[in-house]
């Protein structure tokens, strides 16, 4: 059965620094890798989609990285701003899903900007 | 467009009673999704529709939990009966096809006292 686990659970840092979060799954049989940011109260919304066959996708001040063989991914945030401050989740499409192709989730990084 | 929708926002029912929740996908969405997200706890699947092919229901907790989806559109989960640990919060989720990008809505979060 597939898992996802991101590390750390909370992270906290200043305006302005760089950060990773992390993300690992344990079968590395998947269609995809997304990653969404969920704020308080509210639902997911999609960040950035990473197909089995990529190795990387960027939008903005994004970028995340695939390294299916090795069952990881990061989340890369570039001079993080308060705004930025949410839970992210990772979720793959696991080949083992079926026709489904559901999500399965890690249980999230709660990221804290200060300003 | 639009984005998903959901209704209601909030949900608070007693224990023992029939609840409905409403899902509006993106427009021209074939895939739709509903899952769940219980406090503390990660993202569950439920249900899977797709088109007009049997649903795929392997997610579903137990026989008090049902939906529909008429063709590609609306789609409406039911959970009959409700008991305190139906308490969460209840995504539903498009696509445009089986394991294309997922877009969320917003939620409803049910309470059952």
């Known amino acids: 059965k597939q898992e996802v686990t991101q590390i750390p659970a909370a992270l906290s840092v200043p305006e302005g620094e760089n950060l990773v979060l992390n993300c690992s799954f344990t079968d590395s049989a998947i269609y995809n890798l997304q990653w969404f940011r969920q704020d308080p109260g509210k639902g997911l919304t999609s960040l950035l989609l990473i197909q089995s066959s990529q190795r990387e996708q960027t939008s903005g001040r994004l970028n995340a990285s695939l390294d299916k063989s090795s069952g990881r991914s990061t989340l890369y945030i570039a001079a993080s701003q308060p705004g930025d401050s949410a839970t992210y989740l990772c979720?793959?499409?696991?080949?083992?899903?079926?026709?489904?192709?559901?999500?399965?989730f890690g249980s999230g990084t709660q990221l804290t900007v200060l300003p | 467009g639009a984005g998903v929708s959901q209704s209601p926002s909030n949900k608070v029912t007693e224990k023992g009673k029939d609840v409905e929740l409403r899902c509006d996908p993106i427009?021209?969405?074939?895939?739709l999704y509903w899952y769940r997200q219980r406090l503390g706890q990660g993202l569950e699947f439920l249900i899977y529709f797709q088109g007009n092919s049997a649903p795929d229901k392997s997610g579903l907790p137990s026989d008090r939990f049902s939906a529909e989806r008429t063709g590609e559109s609306v789609s409406t989960l039911t959970i009959q009966r409700t008991q305190q640990e139906d308490s969460a919060v209840y995504l539903c989720?498009?696509?445009?096809?089986?394991?294309?990008?997922?877009?969320f809505g917003p939620g409803t979060r049910l309470t059952v006292l």
């Open positions: 427009s021209g969405h074939t895939a």
């Open positions: 979720a793959v499409v696991p080949i083992s899903s079926g026709s489904a192709r559901q999500l399965t």
């Open positions: 989720a498009s696509s445009l096809s089986a394991s294309a990008e997922q877009f």
